[in-house]
């Protein structure tokens, strides 16, 4: 009985990242020093500098077409790389491997490189969202480079670096990724009032608080920060399994922290910061963000506090001392109020379940995104984190969204396209 030989497909994946500045090897010998980063580590010394010495080849050759826009990627047949200039004379390259099918070819394996997988737009965001996650636990590279600290920088993105990319799991980028927008929770005025009125005590009680953030079910209710910077915090609350990576390469996970009552009034607890506040030995760090960085570059430590499915993130100026009788100031405050609240938006989340009914199937899928306010809205993905995207349509139907999402990118008026799939489906885009 003759049996079909199988096909193994594999996913794209990740290459090699490598950061460079030109400026900083400029002589024949010193090549090695423009290499502020690279992955893997264990690559041989000179096919770093070669690899990074073809990178810099293409963005200046690129540049005698158009100055002002160098290249973005590069297609090759087995991998593609991307481009992104974040600051000035700092570039960051992001290999990607293209997804490869291997066939039985005359009893030997061959390899067909499926190069039309990959959508540019796609990867070239996530290259970006490397940059801004940097940037919000360490700040910006000139800062650092302000104080002329080359080995500083070099050591926080290789301890940044070394875990965050063990985070980008390529294959399971999408559409969501070109958005990264924000989730809301959707609320009805008085619930909503309750929540802004809790806000308005703590900061006034706790009057160190600069801004704070208000999320239930990882779905933003109220934020005090500016738009770009709760983007990029949301991100790694939400998607990125809960991780909170610090300048001096502190880590809290805290998605798989057991539930700790605080006492017996309320059910809070410190997700970044003291686990037991009765214990007289506690010694504790928060993770300190960085924000604002065009303007008045603000640094804040971050605590974030959690009861039941609602989270609330605090920020306070770096320059203040958070001591122990703050953290249990803040978790006597605001541990019983926030248990109430929690309750009450739990209530009204299950009574608006039962009148839409949303446990049913929708008789249709989209992905909505508004550019205003970046809120973004999903029924073809019914769970997204850093390593897996579970979704209920066919790859070749997000593949078709993110052509779409391209195509829109050159339009300059209100836009509309259909698609007929191979497998039936119609896709609709609208701008």
Same mark, same amino acid.
């Given at each position: 009985m003759a049996?079909a030989?199988?096909e193994?497909?594999?996913a794209?994946?990740l290459q /090699?990242f490598f950061?460079?500045?030109?400026k900083f090897?400029?002589?024949?010998?010193?090549e090695?020093?423009?290499i502020?980063?690279y992955?893997?580590n264990?690559?041989?010394?000179n096919?770093?500098i070669?690899?990074?010495?073809?990178?810099e080849?293409? %963005?200046?050759? !690129?540049? !005698?077409?158009n100055?002002a826009?160098?290249?973005?990627?590069?297609?090759?047949?087995k991998?593609r790389?991307?481009f992104?200039?974040?600051e000035?004379?700092f570039?960051?390259v992001?290999? %990607?491997?293209n997804?490869?099918v291997?066939?039985?070819?005359d009893?030997?394996?061959?390899?067909?490189?499926?190069e039309d997988?990959?959508l @540019?737009?796609?990867?070239? /965001?996530v290259?970006q969202?490397?940059?801004r996650?940097y940037?919000?636990?360490?700040?910006?590279?000139?800062?650092?480079?302000e104080a002329?600290?080359?080995?500083?920088l070099?050591?926080?993105?290789?301890k $940044? $670096?070394?875990?965050?990319?063990? +985070?980008?799991h390529?294959q399971s980028?999408?559409?969501? @990724?070109?958005?990264?927008?924000?989730?809301f929770f959707?609320l009805?005025k008085m619930?909503y009032?309750?929540?802004q /009125?809790?806000?308005?005590? %703590?900061?006034?009680?706790l009057?160190i608080?600069?801004?704070?953030?208000?999320?239930?079910?990882?779905?933003?209710?109220w934020?005090? &920060?500016?738009?770009?910077d709760m *983007?990029i915090l949301?991100?790694n609350?939400?998607v990125r399994?809960?991780q909170?990576y610090?300048?001096e390469g502190?880590?809290? #996970?805290?998605s798989h922290t057991?539930e700790?009552?605080?006492?017996?009034q309320h059910?809070?607890?410190?997700l970044t910061?003291?686990?037991?506040l009765? @214990?007289p030995?506690?010694k504790? *760090?928060?993770?300190k963000? $960085?924000?604002? !960085?065009e303007d008045t570059?603000?640094e804040l430590? &971050?605590?974030?506090y959690? !009861?039941?499915s609602a989270?609330v993130?605090?920020?306070?100026v770096?320059?203040v001392?958070i001591n122990a009788? $703050?953290c249990?100031?803040l978790d006597?405050?605001?541990?019983?109020q926030?248990?109430?609240l929690?309750s #009450?938006?739990c209530?009204?989340?299950?009574?608006?379940?039962?009148?839409?009914g949303s446990?049913?199937?929708?008789q249709?899928k989209f992905?909505?995104?508004?550019?205003?306010?970046?809120?973004?809205?999903?029924?073809?993905?019914?769970?997204?984190t850093s390593n897996?995207?579970l979704?209920?349509?066919?790859p070749?139907?997000l593949?078709?969204?993110g052509?779409?999402?391209s195509?829109? +990118? *050159?339009?300059?008026? @209100?836009?509309e396209?259909i698609?007929?799939?191979?497998?039936?489906?119609w896709? %609709?885009?609208?701008m």
């Amino acid at each position: 009985m003759a049996f079909a030989a199988q096909e193994k497909r594999y996913a794209p994946s990740l290459q /090699s990242f490598f950061i460079y500045n030109p400026k900083f090897g400029p002589r024949e010998g010193e090549e090695e020093k423009k290499i502020l980063f690279y992955h893997p580590n264990e690559v041989e010394k000179n096919e770093k500098i070669r690899n990074v010495g073809l990178c810099e080849a293409i %963005v200046q050759f !690129t540049r !005698t077409f158009n100055p002002a826009k160098p290249a973005k990627s590069l297609h090759t047949q087995k991998n593609r790389q991307f481009f992104y200039e974040p600051e000035e004379g700092f570039w960051m390259v992001m290999v %990607v491997k293209n997804p490869v099918v291997e066939k039985q070819k005359d009893g030997k394996p061959a390899l067909e490189y499926q190069e039309d997988e990959i959508l @540019d737009k796609v990867y070239s /965001s996530v290259l970006q969202q490397c940059y801004r996650m940097y940037k919000l636990f360490n700040g910006t590279f000139s800062k650092m480079m302000e104080a002329e600290q080359v080995e500083l920088l070099k050591d926080r993105l290789e301890k $940044f $670096f070394h875990r965050f990319l063990q +985070t980008l799991h390529l294959q399971s980028c999408d559409l969501l @990724d070109v958005f990264g927008g924000i989730s809301f929770f959707p609320l009805d005025k008085m619930t909503y009032l309750k929540i802004q /009125s809790f806000i308005n005590r %703590v900061e006034e009680s706790l009057n160190i608080v600069k801004y704070t953030a208000f999320l239930y079910n990882d779905q933003l209710i109220w934020s005090g &920060l500016e738009q770009e910077d709760m *983007r990029i915090l949301y991100n790694n609350l939400t998607v990125r399994s809960s991780q909170v990576y610090g300048p001096e390469g502190l880590e809290e #996970d805290f998605s798989h922290t057991p539930e700790m009552p605080g006492n017996l009034q309320h059910y809070g607890r410190f997700l970044t910061g003291p686990l037991n506040l009765s @214990d007289p030995e506690l010694k504790f *760090r928060f993770p300190k963000i $960085f924000v604002n !960085t065009e303007d008045t570059y603000e640094e804040l430590h &971050l605590i974030v506090y959690k !009861t039941m499915s609602a989270s609330v993130c605090f920020m306070v100026v770096a320059s203040v001392q958070i001591n122990a009788e $703050f953290c249990q100031k803040l978790d006597s405050l605001v541990g019983p109020q926030l248990t109430l609240l929690a309750s #009450d938006i739990c209530e009204q989340y299950n009574i608006n379940r039962r009148i839409t009914g949303s446990e049913k199937e929708p008789q249709f899928k989209f992905i909505y995104f508004n550019h205003m306010n970046l809120a973004e809205k999903s029924t073809i993905h019914l769970r997204k984190t850093s390593n897996m995207s579970l979704t209920s349509v066919q790859p070749e139907l997000l593949k078709i969204l993110g052509d779409i999402n391209s195509d829109f +990118t *050159r339009a300059d008026e @209100d836009e509309e396209i259909i698609v007929k799939a191979m497998s039936d489906y119609w896709v %609709v885009g609208k701008m």
